[in-house]
């Protein structure tokens, strides 16, 4: 690839938020590699927002490729785009399908699920016994694989703020109006969320102990127990859930944001990307999955002495999200908050 790289390369991006986060790092690096190309991310619908301004890419496509009827239209639609490499991030069947029918004539992607025979440049993925690796760290080996190149860019993920996502932002809360911490309760697992009476204390004391702006955020099916946590609590609380924000007015919320505290979900990376200082709540799924390198959080472990030959999804119960208490949490808010040092901060033990 190094001396025929493709013209338009096409990208189809992963369905969930936090891993559509962590592979841009790996579309700044092919940006950089290939100057002259067209770059193209695809997204499943409402994605696109997330990857609003972003310099790494050209345009951003969404497609529902849920069904035979939608996944022939949707490859209809790309294959008018033109491409002449696709990317596939995902491990499925169904994204395989999509590059085929997208008439691309080169198309990269893990050998997995048996859809090798779809793909011109099938990859191995690194086996399980070399440890435990990153989504990110597979995103860049697909990126690497595509290009033919050895990765040497930043690893850190990033996204942009538009002017646009900033006034749409202002419209829900003012983000000048002095510093306001965000929490994200939900989770797509009841299991991986703190819970409610705890997050509910910790914006009292943030909020009474330093004046600081208190906002919860949530997806749609989170509204109720967003207001739960508002109607526990002994402080203001602006609610992000009921107000209908998007993830490009997210994206700015959470960059003007002073701390983000939140369970282990998309929000968390988001904040990541945009250089706001975690922290983080990991129970029963393993922190090292998601490593980010190089940015300000402070990963709070349900079982911080668990042996690194056990993972916490296979240790549930001792890694019950429960076992962290307010007191860490609160702690590890306001080193965030007020320490001089702008370096990672390591998780101490939760009690």
Not at 121 to 130: F, L, M, N, T, V
Not at 170 to 188: K, Q, S
Not at 197 to 205: L, N, Y
Request: glycine letters at 6%; charged letters at 25%; one cysteine or more.
């Amino acid at each position: 690839m190094k001396d025929q790289q493709p013209h338009h390369l096409m990208v189809l991006m992963p369905s969930w938020v936090g891993d559509i986060v962590m592979a841009t790092p790996s579309l700044g690096w092919m940006r950089d590699r290939m100057k002259d190309a067209r770059i193209t991310a695809v997204t499943r619908p409402g994605m696109s927002p997330l990857l609003a301004g972003l310099e790494a890419i050209d345009d951003c496509l969404e497609v529902d490729p849920r069904g035979v009827a939608r996944l022939l239209k949707a490859g209809r639609s790309l294959s008018r785009l033109q491409p002449d490499h696709t990317l596939i991030l995902p491990n499925s069947m169904r994204s395989a399908l999509l590059a085929f029918l997208s008439r691309s004539r080169e198309r990269s992607g893990f050998r997995r699920q048996g859809r090798g025979f779809l793909l011109t440049r099938p990859i191995s993925p690194i086996s399980p016994e070399a440890g435990i690796r990153t989504t990110l760290d597979d995103y860049i080996q697909l990126a690497e694989g595509c290009l033919d190149e050895t990765f040497n860019g930043s690893r850190t993920p990033h996204l942009n703020v538009t002017e646009e996502e900033r006034l749409a932002a202002e419209a829900i809360m003012p983000l000048e109006d002095g510093d306001f911490v965000v929490m994200v309760p939900g989770a797509n697992r009841t299991d991986k969320r703190w819970p409610s009476d705890r997050f509910a204390r910790v914006a009292e004391h943030l909020n009474h102990e330093h004046g600081l702006r208190i906002a919860l955020t949530g997806s749609p099916a989170e509204s109720s127990l967003v207001r739960d946590i508002i109607e526990d609590a002994r402080c203001p609380i602006i609610d992000l859930a009921s107000a209908g924000s998007g993830l490009g007015t997210l994206k700015a919320i959470l960059q003007a944001a002073a701390l983000v505290i939140t369970n282990d979900t998309g929000p968390r990376h988001i904040a990541a990307a945009v250089g706001t200082p975690i922290v983080s709540l990991f129970g029963p799924t393993d922190h090292r999955w998601t490593i980010l390198p190089d940015i300000r959080e402070h990963r709070l472990l349900a079982e911080p002495f668990l042996p690194d030959v056990m993972t916490a999804d296979k240790c549930t119960q001792v890694c019950r999200i429960d076992r962290i208490t307010m007191e860490d949490v609160t702690s590890a808010a306001e080193e965030l908050l007020f320490a001089d040092s702008d370096s990672a901060v390591a998780a101490p033990p939760a009690e």
